[in-house]
């Protein structure tokens, strides 16, 4: 007769959990790019910091979260987003980034979305789009 040890099925349990629910969710990043396909800039906003640098064609600064929300809410209203093509992504120091194509009614933007963990959660610290030639 088999004796198990409870101690060995418990770790193999907690193990196994542990690597399924690191499929089972999304990290931020992917979320963040999800919120770009779809030109979510309520979504995309969710993973703002507290100040974030914005970069347009026509303007760039540091914002608060909410001015840098209704910013980006306006650019992606005005261009009509269509999707977003993701080129690259990749660990920073401290963080993700990722940079691809956001496709517009007017044209395609360069996107660089660059973010810091702060506490237990990842934050966008700088978002910039850049007209492609």
Avoid: W
Avoid at 49 to 71: C, G, H, R
Avoid at 81 to 88: E, I, S, T
């Amino acid at each position: 007769m088999k004796t198990f040890n409870m101690k060995a099925i418990l770790t193999s349990l907690l193990a196994a959990s542990m690597v399924m629910m690191s499929f089972a969710q999304p990290s931020t990043i992917d979320e963040v790019i999800g919120a770009l396909r779809s030109g979510d800039a309520d979504g995309l906003s969710k993973y703002f910091d507290d100040n974030v640098e914005v970069t347009l064609p026509v303007k760039s600064d540091t914002y608060s979260k909410a001015q840098a929300q209704v910013i980006v809410k306006d650019f992606f209203d005005n261009n009509n987003v269509k999707g977003f093509d993701l080129k690259h992504k990749g660990d920073s120091p401290g963080g993700h980034y990722c940079i691809g194509t956001l496709q517009t009614k007017t044209g395609n933007y360069r996107a660089h979305v660059f973010m810091k963990s702060k506490g237990n959660k990842e934050v966008v610290k700088e978002i910039r789009f850049q007209p492609m030639e």
